[in-house]
């Protein structure tokens, strides 16, 4: 598949280019990456740019993966990045440290929700997390996500193992509220 674009007022979503390359390598070099990504650890700028350069577009063409830049309408500059893995319907995501908080990646993650339902592409949509990983769990709950509870994880973990981890559920017939019966600190304010 060639990559798509989409966009709302509050994000566009759109190919990453080799100009975000240090973008991601300086996000990646978050301590809370290491401890709630898959990504290589510790990530080095020529893992950032072997991401844009060959991961991303060897996803789109083989229709694997779909995998989008997070930005501001009207910006270049990067946000963070959201994929949606096919068949599985895996949905993950991150965003930079000074972008957290504002909404991106729940209205990120409702367009290309949308946008696979509507394409075709999966008619359900899976996240997983680190137990404890309190904003992520938010962010999928917050778009109707339900808890489906702790498992091991679909993905490897960067030692190759799969460890345990919260689990939702998104499907194309689902409304988009809240959801009951997620832990209680993903509900509490």
Not at 89 to 97: E, F, T
Not at 165 to 183: S, V
Request: aromatic share 12%.
């Amino acid at each position: 598949m060639r990559p798509v674009e989409l966009s709302s007022p509050l994000v566009r979503l759109d190919q990453p280019t080799s100009g975000d390359a240090e973008a991601i390598f300086e996000y990646c070099q978050d301590p809370l990456f290491e401890r709630v990504l898959t990504v290589p650890w510790p990530y080095g700028r020529e893992d950032a740019a072997s991401f844009i350069s060959g991961y991303v577009p060897a996803g789109w063409a083989s229709d694997r993966e779909y995998t989008w830049a997070v930005r501001a309408p009207g910006s270049p500059e990067l946000i963070g990045v959201i994929g949606l893995r096919v068949p599985s319907g895996s949905i993950g995501y991150w965003v930079g440290a000074p972008h957290r908080g504002h909404g991106y990646i729940p209205e990120a993650q409702r367009l290309v929700a949308d946008w696979a339902f509507s394409t075709g592409v999966v008619d359900a949509i899976t996240w997983q997390c680190v137990p404890g990983n309190i904003a992520s769990a938010r962010t999928a709950r917050k778009i109707g996500f339900s808890f489906v509870g702790e498992m091991p994880a679909d993905h490897p973990h960067r030692d190759g193992s799969f460890p345990p981890a919260w689990t939702g559920r998104l499907l194309a017939t689902d409304d988009r509220a809240p959801k009951a019966g997620w832990p209680a600190d993903v509900v509490a304010d």
